[in-house]
DNA sequence: TTGTAGGCGTTATCAA
DNA sequence: TTGATAACGCCTACAA
């Protein structure tokens, strides 16, 4: 069965293409009578304008494209849902476009921004290395959404919005030294990992020098390695090493919810508790944490909150059709659950 | 800035079109040098080739689609992981389509069936009361995949892979029944829901009478409305007004894993335990129930083994150019946990 | 080995 | 109010 098409329906109605056109696009100049006569043809044959025939046509779409990195990662989800609202409130089309995990974002946007005809773009999450340049090929308007960047990659030329992992990951680590932990295990990510992981150990790092604590390297628990490294499971792995190697520690800095959980079931399949035994503190603030028992100290990063102002730079960029460079940093909260106690 | 396009780059290298669409394909019979030399200039000027273009004038890409409605569902990320996968080794091109909750799935899969020349397309989630006329508007072959249909809308005619909702739920409450509660409350959906909320009602209901215990409705606890019906949340406000209500009962089952993490913190909030006062079965089988705290009895649906099996359906169809409709039911696997225990 | 030209399914312009 | 027709950017015979 051959895929109808608009002259088809043009054909069967005894019209022209342009006629058919109209009817389907709400475009004026076209009497009551004959659209609705089109209509019911086009219903009758399951009829459906070819997307790709549009765009290709259409010199502007008023479309939003939102690239994950890691789109399993249930830290996006609520923004996601935020951005769907928002984007759908402003009558544009939003378009949610996975990137794979060894695939390149800007070089995804490059596609898909020809390809629909964007209006702007969201990055969100991955760890963002690009160089300046890179970034300058894309021609619609972006954000960079809750992207780990250190000093080095900080893009002062491009909108962001996000937390400072650094500064957040001092005040809950500083919050552990004030319950009297001294002896702070951190679950981190290789050395190599240029991103949050690396920024999350520094806070951490700084504010043991800020409690007069020496940083003392059998504490560091580097996770699994790979895509998996934030999960559950590797905080599960990481715990079990640790209460293997029989460091003494009373409390323990997960770089991320995820792994917090998997430390506590860890400790818990030990016969240990939490936080009777180790303190533990996340960080991102899933809804997960208020849930779990213990639920966990952590740092919630205002997803929602990000969200709309993600929106707010890009639809600006959008409108006044200038080049914003503001990076907004947001705090985040420290939330004080069960699973961390004074000593 | 103008869009470059491939009459600009044939331009550039004083070349023809097709020359250049040759070296962009790695299509045979072009002199390694001039395409190496079209290369160069492709990437000097941040050429991207643009895939409406392509889509449009390509018969058939050796792509499939993915559609999930409820794409922020946990449940749902491991059966994903696998399919992208899968595909990637069959050297097809995964796409992943997010379905909005207000809209039909089946208008999706048409529109993007022809803009993208799909060869497949897979059913994700959601719940399925389409007409068997409206699905066999799609002209490419499909699964169904977890997806929950009540007797009324088996759809023999299509390839599909599930759990028996209805069965898994009868073989958990047994389970329940087995340890010797008698008093088994239900956290379900409202009894118009058409889907798995309905099926695992009705295993339970079976369950009851199998073990000569009379249904209640006293014990049947109505979610929250709307989308969020099965999440964490509903299950915790759920479970205070069971609490508040003051109803008996020793144990219950909640229709999803997520609305018995809610339902365990809401007992533990009110000081009862898990399973000391109540014993708490959920359904799904997340990753997540083996780290909580209690771990949870459940049902495990096999996500890995049905995502493959699917695909396995699909590529059958796809090679062999004919219509298939198995309706491939895997067996739910009971996970006992620390949630449930026998009085 | 390379270039020209036609067409994929739309939309939009211009006449009628 | 309508209908031809020229793009949109690419691929692919077919010709050279």
Redesign the interface.
């Given at each position: 069965?051959k895929?109808v098409t608009i002259k088809d329906i043009a054909k069967m109605c005894g019209v022209g293409v342009s006629t058919v056109s109209r009817a389907i696009n709400d475009n004026p100049g076209i009497s009551a009578e004959t659209k609705e006569h089109i209509l019911d043809v086009i219903r009758e044959n399951?009829y459906?304008?070819?997307?790709?025939?549009r765009?290709?046509k259409r010199s502007e779409t008023e479309t939003i494209a939102v690239l994950v990195k890691g789109?399993?990662n249930?830290f996006f989800?609520p923004m996601?849902?935020e951005f769907?609202k928002i984007i759908q409130e402003k009558k544009y089309t939003f378009v949610?476009q996975?990137v794979?995990e060894n695939q390149d974002e800007i070089?995804v946007a490059?596609?898909?921004e020809?390809?629909?005809r964007l209006k702007g773009i969201v990055f969100l999450g991955g760890y963002f290395s690009h160089s300046k340049e890179k970034l300058g090929?894309i021609?619609v308007p972006f954000v960079l959404s809750t992207i780990g960047m250190t000093d080095s990659m900080v893009h002062r030329e491009f909108a962001s919005v996000a937390v400072d992992d650094e500064k957040e990951s001092f005040k809950i680590v500083d919050y552990l030294c004030s319950l009297g932990h001294k002896k702070i295990a951190i679950f981190a990510a290789s050395p190599d990992d240029e991103s949050i992981g690396k920024l999350r150990m520094r806070g951490y790092k700084k504010a043991l020098i800020k409690n007069g604590i020496e940083y003392d390297e059998n504490l560091v628990f580097e996770l699994t390695s790979g895509n998996e490294r934030y999960s559950?499971?590797s905080g599960?792995i990481t715990a079990k090493k640790m209460l293997k190697s029989n460091v003494e520690c009373t409390a323990i800095f997960a770089i991320t919810d995820a792994i917090a959980?998997?430390a506590?079931?860890a400790i818990?399949d030990e016969n240990k508790k939490v936080p009777e035994d180790y303190s533990i503190a996340g960080f991102d603030g899933l809804?997960?944490t208020?849930?779990?028992?213990p639920?966990f100290t952590t740092i919630r990063q205002p997803v929602e909150k990000m969200a709309r102002e993600t929106l707010r730079m890009l639809f600006q960029m959008i409108d006044s059709k200038k080049r914003l460079n503001e990076n907004v940093i947001f705090p985040g909260e420290l939330i004080i659950g069960e699973s961390t106690r004074g000593i």
């Open positions: 069965m895929n399951n459906v304008p070819n997307n790709s025939a765009n290709l789109i399993g249930s989800s996601i849902t769907e949610l996975r794979d070089d490059m596609e898909i020809k390809e629909k090929k021609t559950i499971k599960y959980i998997g506590c079931r818990w809804e997960m208020k849930y779990y028992i639920s």
